[in-house]
């Protein structure tokens, strides 16, 4: 036979596990999250990277005007 306190106590350590378990899993999906959007940012700045060097040099051509690079219809 339990006695009362010691229901009470199990009852606790349980929610306590529940709690620690689905901490876990929010960790987990945490850290997915992070490494997934880290792999996102180095993609997207290897892609900049890439675009500067594929620019030409903003400074060998002087300021430029937007309107010389209008389409035709306008």
């Known amino acids: 036979m339990t006695s009362p306190l010691?229901?009470?106590?199990?009852q606790r350590?349980?929610?306590l596990e529940i709690?620690?378990?689905?901490t876990e899993d929010l960790l987990d999906q945490?850290?997915?999250t992070i490494y997934?959007?880290?792999q996102l940012i180095d993609r997207?700045?290897?892609?900049?990277?890439?675009?500067?060097q594929q620019a030409p040099e903003a400074g060998s051509n002087?300021?430029?005007?937007?309107?010389?690079?209008?389409?035709?219809h306008y």
């Open 6 to 10: 010691t229901d009470e106590i199990v």
């Open 13 to 15: 350590l349980e929610a």
């Open 19 to 22: 709690k620690a378990s689905f």
């Open 30 to 32: 945490l850290n997915l």
């Open 36 to 38: 997934q959007q880290q």
């Open 44 to 52: 997207l700045t290897h892609e900049v990277i890439q675009l500067r």
């Open 62 to 72: 002087g300021p430029r005007n937007l309107r010389d690079e209008l389409p035709p």
